[in-house]
């Protein structure tokens, strides 16, 4: 097939909001809500369950929504939303009869977190807030019916989260060790002071307390004491018996099901080159294994009603939309509802094809390779796209950017190199003071791999990510000029000691393991301008292009315009895209048009990629600084 027989896809197909996405089932199993875009806004839709009755019952006008739930009272919608990227998320509750929204937790520079929310319990919510201390959130009972927050738990453990029972007790807080380890303290009630019930030290993988058995009595949680990867634990709190209910020598829980009911463990997941589930409870097999037939791909369970009897299903592909189906339990029968992103179908794509290598020093990396349809693949341009985090890994299935950069001719490298979750507290440690080291060695060795296997012209390698990767973007640049062609840096910090010096005030309970898996700032800080690209701008000479949300309160504003301004005092030239209504991240679909149309010229232009020619509301130059 030649490359001129596959057509060129959108950016507004790729990047405006989907057209149907994450639809829940109401408790009660009679109704569907889901999002879609209304005015160019994400809102939350309703229809009758069997009916195409579809209203919309949220109106919000500029951001849009990303993340809702049911009341269990089946009367409410449940969303939080931010200002133009703040983070500093409140709680909002729409009335499905007269769809009049209010704020629940109205408060100015303040932070809500759901805590807990329980079928027994349907007017009252469990909700985190730091009112009273920026840095840590006290837990209040909020009143679903009138509005109201009364005091719960005052956070004098400096907790970084609690954990409610089944009653909505609170009875675990989880914290920090002053060297990033874990301690889990427990109580039996809410009269009883909490005390030490687990600690455990700063090399154990990312973990904790994930909830309660139906009784109470038994604790859940994740943790990689004893074992490589973390496994999913049940302890008796008063015995301290443990048992092993899933583990992986390899890899870390990646995901758990619970029946929201009974409380009853059905199935654990472990994300490898694709997701697998282990299937803990007999009935919920049998329901797999039809599944499993409807179509191909990964699924999971993401909504149910109280009953059990309706179950919504997702299934990931890597060349082609989300589907979603319902799946009645008692017929069997699985009925599509929709895609989200049904004009996809329309164009070729990329598959996601698993890949592995050895970095220098033997240690195993784990990645995606993207090959661009009706190209050879041989000798392509390629995009490193290096993920976020850094503490996350890629997974397979679709993504747009991905799909995008394949779409315009180039091949793309997707790297879970060390320090990504995932794959065990062995690999995840090794990345432990590794900013700008053998992390940005890892990418190196990839991009080589890349080169060997004939996959890559060594020419035209550039290296492109959002956050930790915009960091190893700016890397790769100071440290290995010459080495990549170009380099897109999105919200990504420039410094380590301005960035561990302006972490939110709410990011105090974990600074400890951000210290210990980056550097201490406060005794280390030559260390850390050694591996802070701001400190060796002058390095810079390959073509580079910054994106950065000016409400960022994980990467600043000031993390992009230092090394900017650094840049071009040794007279060199940057393109910088500033968005002032965004923070960590492109949420408004009208920015994120502005920003790949930019990024595409960008990469073409040093790539000799396809161009899909801006239009009106894609030009940039009223956001470039």
Request: charged content about 25%; proline content about 5%; glycine content about 8%.
């Amino acid at each position: 097939m030649l490359e001129q027989e596959i057509k060129i896809i959108p950016r507004a197909v790729l990047f405006g909001d989907p057209e149907k996405s994450d639809p829940q089932i109401s408790p009660d199993g009679n109704f569907l809500a889901y999002l879609a875009s209304s005015n160019g806004v994400r809102n939350v839709f309703v229809r009758t369950l069997g009916k195409e009755d579809d209203r919309q019952v949220t109106l919000d006008t500029k951001r849009g929504i990303r993340r809702f739930f049911w009341a269990f009272d089946n009367q409410h919608i449940m969303y939080i939303q931010d200002k133009e990227g703040d983070e500093n998320w409140h709680l909002y509750q729409t009335d499905l009869e007269t769809n009049m929204t209010r704020d629940l937790t109205p408060l100015d520079g303040i932070q809500a977190q759901v805590l807990s929310y329980q079928p027994d319990f349907p007017d009252v919510m469990l909700v985190g807030l730091n009112t009273r201390d920026k840095r840590f959130h006290d837990v209040y009972g909020l009143n679903l019916c009138d509005g109201t927050l009364e005091l719960n738990t005052t956070n004098t453990e400096e907790a970084a989260t609690f954990v409610a029972d089944n009653k909505l007790v609170v009875r675990i807080a989880q914290r920090m060790t002053p060297d990033g380890g874990t301690e889990i303290r427990y109580r039996k009630d809410e009269n009883e002071p909490f005390t030490t019930l687990l600690t455990w030290g700063p090399d154990e993988t990312f973990g904790g307390i994930t909830g309660f058995d139906q009784e109470n009595r038994r604790l859940r949680l994740v943790s990689s004491v004893d074992a490589n990867a973390s496994r999913f634990l049940e302890m008796d709190a008063e015995t301290m018996c443990v048992t092993v209910l899933s583990q992986d020598p390899v890899y870390d829980v990646g995901g758990i099901m619970v029946n929201p009911v009974t409380r009853r463990v059905e199935a654990v997941r472990f994300i490898r080159e694709r997701a697998e589930m282990e299937v803990l409870d007999p009935d919920v097999a049998a329901e797999f294994a039809i599944i499993k037939q409807i179509r191909e791909g990964d699924f999971f369970v993401t909504s149910r009603d109280l009953a059990d009897e309706n179950w919504i299903v997702t299934f990931v592909v890597d060349d082609g939309p989300l589907y979603f189906y319902l799946y009645n339990r008692k017929t069997k029968v699985a009925t599509l509802l929709f895609s989200n992103q049904p004009k996809l179908e329309s164009y070729q794509l990329a598959k996601a094809i698993p890949i592995a290598f050895k970095a220098r020093d033997g240690l195993d990396i784990h990645g995606y390779l993207l090959l661009p349809p009706g190209r050879e693949p041989k000798a392509l341009p390629l995009v490193l796209r290096v993920h976020g985090g850094p503490y996350g890994r890629d997974f397979w299935g679709l993504e747009p950017e991905q799909q995008w950069l394949a779409n315009r001719g180039y091949a793309v490298l997707l790297v879970n190199f060390r320090g990504s979750t995932g794959y065990g507290k062995a690999f995840l440690n090794a990345g432990d003071r590794e900013w700008g080291g053998k992390m940005h060695e890892d990418l190196l060795d990839a991009k080589a791999w890349a080169i060997k296997e004939g996959y890559a012209d060594p020419q035209k390698v550039a290296i492109m990510g959002t956050s930790y990767g915009g960091y190893a973007t700016l890397a790769a640049l100071t440290f290995t000029p010459g080495e990549f062609v170009c380099g897109i840096d999105i919200v990504g910090p420039s410094s380590l000691v301005t960035m561990m010096r302006s972490l939110p005030p709410y990011w105090t309970a974990v600074k400890a393991m951000l210290e210990k898996r980056i550097g201490y700032v406060e005794t280390e800080e030559e260390f850390l301008k050694s591996r802070s690209p701001l400190y060796h701008a002058s390095k810079i000479v390959d073509p580079l292009l910054i994106a950065q949300g000016a409400n960022d309160p994980r990467c600043k504003k000031a993390e992009s315009d230092q090394i900017v301004e650094a840049i071009r005092n040794n007279g060199r030239t940057v393109e910088y895209l500033v968005f002032p209504d965004e923070g960590h991240g492109f949420v408004r679909p009208e920015n994120r048009a502005k920003f790949y149309a930019a990024a595409e010229a960008f990469l073409a232009k040093y790539l000799d990629g396809r161009v899909e020619p801006p239009i009106s509301h894609e030009l940039w130059d009223d956001v470039c600084c």
